[in-house]
């Protein structure tokens, strides 16, 4: 059982972040079925060095699954899929250190991230689990799985994987070095609805409200630690060591990509998806790199069969 000190009940959440009153509604509007619209438990788990974590736990009797989100998201990016997987699995979406309502921290190595998943599965009292990640994410459940494959059921990465087309990244990176979160959740809404004017205005909205945070002084900003820099070179070599880590599961794989990404390819999708002992690989259409939020109802029908052919 989960130690209830370590739990924030729902009626005490943090005030800030997407306002989960909308979801049910965006999430019928995205295909997503489900019958609980309650929001999550927020939970507050130790981990790594003392870090303080903030997690989403979604509820539900079947086996445990935590979801992993990718750099500059935050937990909530899982709340259409975590909201329809509900009971079928225990989903719980994890804000990786300096992201979202996580505490701040000095060490942001991709080494940190893997220990902070141990003492979460600890602090939970999981001894396996389903371990989902998106993008960075991706690449921090692989490594975990590498340094303690005893604990997986299942490894689940979305769009990323060796052969990553890193070049394909830089419209999104442009767009975080252009606009300033300073001016406001509005109009951050506003910047991306030029960008895409045939976007969601709405499901914009949520997702930038997710990703961004209001200090004490009143001050917008994105909900990441903007102290810290990227060494990309660096990160890319370990993506591509992600291969052998596959290679060494016992452990099913699924390597899902978005069918309109042009980040993580068909070609790279098979091929890594090959290094597994038994893994497999899907394309989710009508969605891009972010597979959780373009096609939430298709990555949640591609999850449930996924699981169901394991034993």
């Given at each position: 059982?989960?130690?209830?000190?370590?739990?924030?009940?729902?009626?005490?959440?943090?005030?800030?972040?997407?306002?989960?009153?909308?979801?049910?509604?965006?999430?019928?509007?995205?295909?997503?079925?489900?019958?609980?619209?309650?929001?999550?438990?927020?939970?507050?788990?130790?981990?790594?060095?003392?870090?303080?974590?903030?997690?989403?736990?979604?509820?539900?009797?079947?086996?445990?699954?935590?979801?992993?989100?990718?750099?500059?998201?935050?937990?909530?990016?899982?709340?259409?899929?975590?909201?329809?997987?509900?009971?079928?699995?225990?989903?719980?979406?994890?804000?990786?250190?300096?992201?979202?309502?996580?505490?701040?921290?000095?060490?942001?190595?991709?080494?940190?991230?893997?220990?902070?998943?141990?003492?979460?599965?600890?602090?939970?009292?999981?001894?396996?689990?389903?371990?989902?990640?998106?993008?960075?994410?991706?690449?921090?459940?692989a490594h975990f799985a590498a340094a303690a494959p005893h604990r997986l059921l299942s490894l689940v990465t979305v769009d990323v994987g060796p052969g990553v087309?890193?070049?394909?990244?830089?419209?999104?990176?442009?767009?975080?070095?252009?606009?300033?979160?300073?001016?406001?959740?509005?109009?951050?809404?506003?910047?991306?609805?030029?960008?895409?004017?045939?976007?969601?205005?709405?499901?914009?909205?949520?997702?930038?409200?997710?990703?961004?945070?209001?200090?004490?002084?009143?001050?917008?900003?994105?909900?990441?630690?903007?102290?810290?820099?990227?060494?990309?070179?660096?990160?890319?070599?370990?993506?591509?060591?992600?291969?052998?880590?596959?290679?060494?599961?016992?452990?099913?794989?699924?390597?899902?990509?978005?069918?309109?990404?042009?980040?993580?390819?068909?070609?790279?999708?098979?091929?890594?998806?090959?290094?597994?002992?038994?893994?497999?690989?899907?394309?989710?259409?009508?969605?891009?790199?972010?597979?959780?939020?373009?096609?939430?109802?298709?990555?949640?029908?591609?999850?449930?069969?996924?699981?169901?052919?394991?034993?």
């Open positions: 059982m989960t130690d209830r000190s370590s739990i924030v009940e729902g009626g005490h959440r943090p005030t800030q972040g997407a306002d989960f009153a909308m979801l049910p509604a965006l999430a019928r509007r995205l295909g997503v079925s489900f019958e609980d619209t309650r929001p999550p438990r927020h939970l507050s788990l130790r981990g790594a060095g003392g870090v303080r974590l903030h997690a989403l736990d979604w509820g539900g009797e079947g086996p445990p699954s935590l979801f992993l989100h990718g750099g500059r998201l935050t937990a909530q990016t899982w709340d259409y899929v975590c909201l329809g997987l509900r009971g079928p699995v225990r989903a719980v979406a994890l804000d990786l250190r300096g992201h979202g309502d996580s505490g701040r921290a000095e060490d942001y190595s991709l080494e940190a991230h893997v220990a902070d998943i141990g003492a979460v599965l600890d602090a939970l009292a999981w001894p396996k689990v389903h371990l989902i990640g998106m993008s960075y994410g991706g690449l921090i459940a087309a890193f070049e394909a990244t830089a419209r999104m990176r442009g767009f975080f070095q252009r606009v300033h979160p300073g001016a406001g959740v509005d109009a951050m809404v506003e910047a991306t609805m030029q960008i895409s004017p045939s976007s969601d205005r709405e499901r914009v909205a949520y997702r930038m409200a997710a990703m961004m945070r209001r200090s004490g002084s009143g001050d917008w900003d994105w909900a990441r630690d903007g102290q810290r820099s990227t060494d990309y070179p660096a990160l890319l070599a370990k993506v591509e060591e992600m291969a052998m880590t596959a290679g060494r599961l016992a452990a099913t794989g699924l390597v899902v990509r978005g069918g309109r990404s042009e980040i993580f390819s068909e070609e790279a999708a098979a091929r890594f998806a090959a290094r597994f002992a038994n893994g497999e690989w899907i394309a989710i259409p009508d969605a891009g790199h972010n597979v959780q939020e373009d096609n939430p109802a298709g990555l949640i029908a591609a999850l449930s069969r996924f699981w169901s052919q394991r034993p």
